[in-house]
């Protein structure tokens, strides 16, 4: 019904940027909130970032003032601009979508992606 596929991941060095995409597709009446969460190992999964489909946004404390979450809602894409990154942003990120299938009478769903690694290492 619904997929949510999530891209930009790799091995970035301490201090530097890197962009990730998210895009749901599929049967959509609306998203409301979007975001993203990560999981590094032997932790548990964390909030990194979310934003409204009025583009209310909310961050976790860790990646205050380094992270930014954007959003194209023509386009059902997040996206998250990561600066200064640091060793302890090494996890798998992972993209929720919140989505309302049908109609506007429909409950909404959360759905996830795969997930995609990001490294940051010298």
């Known amino acids: 019904q619904v997929q949510v596929v999530e891209s930009g991941g790799g091995l970035v060095q301490p201090g530097r940027s890197l962009r990730l995409t998210c895009a749901a597709s599929?049967?959509?009446?609306?998203?409301?909130?979007m975001g993203w969460s990560r999981q590094a190992p032997g932790k548990q999964r964390e909030l990194v970032a979310g934003?409204?489909?009025?583009?209310?946004?909310v961050y976790g404390d860790s990646v205050k003032g380094r992270f930014t979450i954007s959003r194209d809602s023509a386009k059902n894409t997040v996206y998250l601009q990561m600066n200064s990154l640091n060793a302890e942003d090494t996890a798998v990120y992972y993209c929720?979508?919140?989505?309302?299938?049908?109609?506007?009478?429909?409950?909404?769903?959360?759905?996830w992606g795969q997930g995609t690694q990001v490294t940051v290492s010298s």
């Open positions: 929720n979508a919140d989505v309302r299938l049908g109609s506007v009478g429909d409950p909404i769903r959360r759905y």
């Open positions: 599929g049967t959509i009446f609306s998203i409301n909130v």
């Open positions: 934003i409204t489909s009025g583009g209310v946004t």
